[in-house]
Nanobody, 116 residues
Framework: QVQLVESGGGLVQPGGSLRLSCAAS????????MKWYRQAPGKERELVAT????????DYADSVKGRFTISRDNAKKTVYLQMNSLKPEDTAVYYC?????????WGKGTLVTVSS
């Protein structure tokens, strides 16, 4: 059974940091590119960051470039999103996504709230 389980969300003050994790099971994790998306209330889902299957390539949305870092540990079957200098506009549900050709899996998300 394929599972992606996000964790690490919560309430943080502006300027603070959080580290999200996404633990994978039920598929060959190292084959898959991994992505983090987010969806703020009333807005469309937005791609935040992407990492290639072995971690050699990453890409970021302009809105998070220089503040967020995506990484992965294939031995632990986990992808991370380190989020620094958080802003209120980063408030959203964050989802991880695994993709390999036409195979596409999603987690249920973790809520990040940036507020004073």
């Amino acid at each position: 059974q394929v599972q992606l389980v996000e964790s690490g969300g919560g309430l943080v003050q502006p300027g603070g940091s959080l580290r999200l994790s996404c633990a994978a099971s039920g598929f060959t994790f190292s084959r898959y590119a991994m992505k983090w998306y987010r969806q703020a209330p009333g807005k469309e889902r937005e791609l935040v960051a992407t990492i290639s299957s072995y971690g050699g390539s990453t890409d970021y949305a302009d809105s998070v470039k220089g503040r967020f870092t995506i990484s992965r540990d294939n031995a632990k079957k986990t992808v991370y999103l380190q989020m620094n200098s958080l802003k209120p506009e980063d408030t959203a549900v964050y989802y991880c996504n695994a993709i390999y050709f036409r195979e596409d899996y999603w987690g249920k998300g973790t809520l990040v709230t940036v507020s004073s």
